[in-house]
Structures are given as C-alpha cells and as structure tokens.
C-alpha cells in the first residue's frame, strides 16, 4: 500500500519547509493541551548526545502514534524528528533564557560542534530511525555580536541557540555534513525512510 501523504509530529516551520522542498505532502499532528511535550526532551544525567536525540525522537513518536489513534485520523505514516548541538559529551539545547543563550554561544565561539538529527518513521508495520550528524566550525565571536544575535530573539527554541538559516550563518566558516540537518530535518534519510513507507513524492 502507497501512502500520498504523511503526519508530521513537529511544531516547527523549518521542517514543514523542508518536507514542502522534496515535495512531501504533510498534515500537522501536534501535542494536545493535555500533553507535556517538552517533558519528553528532559536529559537523562551522563547521557550521550547521541543517545539522548535517538532516545527523544523515539518518545516523541510513540507520542505521537498514539496521539493518532486516539483522534481516530485517517492511517498514515507518522514523522517525528529531533535536533541537538553537542560541544563534546555536552549537549546543548534550547537555551532557557538570554543568560543561557549567550553562555551557549559563547562555548561555540572558535569551536568545531556537532548537530546531531534523528528521524524517525512509523507505520502500521513498525518504525524505523535514521540519525545525521555534522560537523558545524564557528569563528571567534566577539562579545558585541553575541549580544546583538541574542537581543534579536533568534536563539530561543533553538538547540545550541542559533539557526543556520539565520544571521549566524555569517559566523559558519566549514560544515562537514547535512546542511538540510542542521536546520533539523536531514532529507537524505527522510527521504529514505519515506520510501521505505512507500510514500509517494
């Protein structure tokens, strides 16, 4: 059975951007008002970033599978997605407040960090999982260009507190990886698992 479009279990516009890129047709299928969706992405103490991304995305899409069956929605693929930046064994996410943000950009000033994105794919036949990682080099910021980025709203929400499609992409000087990663959606495993689905795009 061929699938015409998929449920994506994502609040972020960037990922509807880059499925809408590759000409995946989605719905929306979000976390009700009874859900506590950011519990999910809470850290385990000494986990890895890895196994903190993959163990997340798994959560979020058995959230997610259940989530359809309880607003009995037509089947369909279910894709649930989740993004980390890692300094080492650290991870950083979404920073809590302007202090956190400029603390989190100021480890990544000069640094070579990874971005780490699992995707994820379930159907009514199991699931599957695909991680990318890449390697993202910033230059040296200075405290002024900190200060200024995180005045412009632009790190909250933001795992490692930046967004490449954003004036940080000033500072990226090499990316060894997934570009369509970093902005939290790698669509080389997406689109393999979405044909693994069978869904048509």
Same mark, same amino acid.
């Given at each position: 059975?061929?699938?015409?479009?998929?449920? *994506?279990?994502?609040?972020?516009?960037?990922?509807?951007?880059?499925?809408?890129?590759?000409?995946?047709?989605? +719905?929306? *299928?979000?976390?009700?008002?009874?859900?506590? %969706? +950011?519990?999910?992405?809470?850290?385990? $103490? =000494?986990?890895?970033?890895?196994?903190?991304?993959?163990? !997340?995305? @798994?959560?979020?899409?058995?959230?997610? !599978?259940?989530? *359809?069956?309880?607003?009995?929605?037509?089947? %369909?693929?279910?894709?649930?997605?989740?993004?980390?930046?890692?300094?080492?064994?650290?991870?950083?996410?979404?920073?809590?407040?302007? %202090? $956190?943000?400029?603390? &989190? *950009?100021?480890?990544?000033? =000069?640094? &070579?960090?990874?971005?780490? &994105? %699992?995707?994820?794919?379930? &159907?009514?036949?199991? /699931?599957?999982?695909?991680? /990318?990682?890449?390697?993202?080099?910033?230059?040296?910021? #200075?405290?002024?260009?900190?200060?200024?980025?995180?005045? /412009?709203?632009?790190?909250?929400?933001?795992?490692?507190?930046?967004?490449?499609? /954003?004036?940080?992409?000033?500072?990226?000087?090499?990316?060894?990886?997934?570009?369509?990663?970093?902005?939290?959606?790698?669509?080389?495993? #997406?689109?393999?698992?979405?044909?693994?689905?069978?869904? @048509?795009?």
């Amino acid at each position: 059975m061929t699938h015409s479009f998929i449920y *994506l279990a994502s609040q972020s516009p960037r990922r509807r951007q880059l499925l809408e890129q590759i000409g995946v047709r989605h +719905e929306l *299928l979000l976390p009700g008002a009874e859900e506590d %969706a +950011e519990a999910l992405e809470a850290e385990c $103490d =000494g986990e890895l970033p890895r196994d903190y991304v993959e163990r !997340v995305t @798994r959560a979020k899409l058995a959230a997610a !599978v259940k989530r *359809l069956k309880a607003r009995g929605l037509p089947a %369909a693929p279910v894709l649930c997605s989740d993004t980390t930046v890692a300094l080492g064994r650290r991870i950083l996410g979404k920073p809590a407040d302007a %202090a $956190d943000a400029a603390n &989190t *950009l100021g480890l990544l000033s =000069g640094q &070579t960090h990874r971005v780490i &994105t %699992a995707v994820a794919v379930a &159907t009514g036949r199991g /699931s599957s999982l695909a991680v /990318s990682v890449s390697h993202v080099r910033f230059a040296e910021l #200075t405290p002024a260009q900190i200060d200024a980025y995180v005045a /412009s709203k632009e790190p909250f929400g933001k795992a490692g507190a930046y967004a490449i499609q /954003s004036a940080a992409a000033a500072w990226i000087s090499h990316i060894d990886g997934s570009y369509s990663g970093i902005m939290g959606l790698p669509l080389y495993e #997406t689109a393999q698992l979405l044909r693994q689905a069978r869904v @048509r795009f």
